[in-house]
């Protein structure tokens, strides 16, 4: 089984900073993309950011120049550096882990989320 556990999330002034981390637990076949969705109330959950196991990033037009996408696969985290918040940034923010074993079939993993308002 694969776990993903997120923190970081909090309450933050328009312009602040967050840091989101994810820490990823159980067997994770080498060829994966870790990323970060979210989903605000009312609304469908949408892509922020991904970066794959061999470092490339992609993101949302909405976050491009703000949020920073990073991973660690020595210790199977990903990070999500976000700056120049916005109160459209509030949201439940998932982790998220796409790996493969034969490039054919590919394995979804969800985190529980974590809370991110941006508030004055």
């Known amino acids: 089984q694969v776990q993903l556990v997120e923190s970081g999330g909090g309450l933050v002034q328009p312009g602040g900073s967050l840091r989101l981390s994810c820490a990823a637990s159980g067997i994770i076949f080498s060829m994966n993309v870790m990323g970060w969705y979210r989903q605000a109330p009312g609304k469908q959950r949408e892509l922020v950011a991904t970066i794959s196991s061999s470092g490339s990033t992609n993101y949302a037009d909405s976050v491009k120049g703000r949020f920073t996408i990073s991973r660690d696969n020595a210790k199977n985290t990903v990070n999500l550096q976000m700056n120049s918040l916005k109160p459209d940034d509030t949201a439940v923010y998932y982790c998220?882990?796409?790996?493969?074993?034969?490039?054919?079939?590919?394995?979804?993993?969800w985190g529980q989320g974590t809370q991110v308002t941006v508030s004055s």
């Open positions: 998220n882990l796409k790996d493969t074993w034969d490039v054919s079939n590919w394995n979804t993993y």
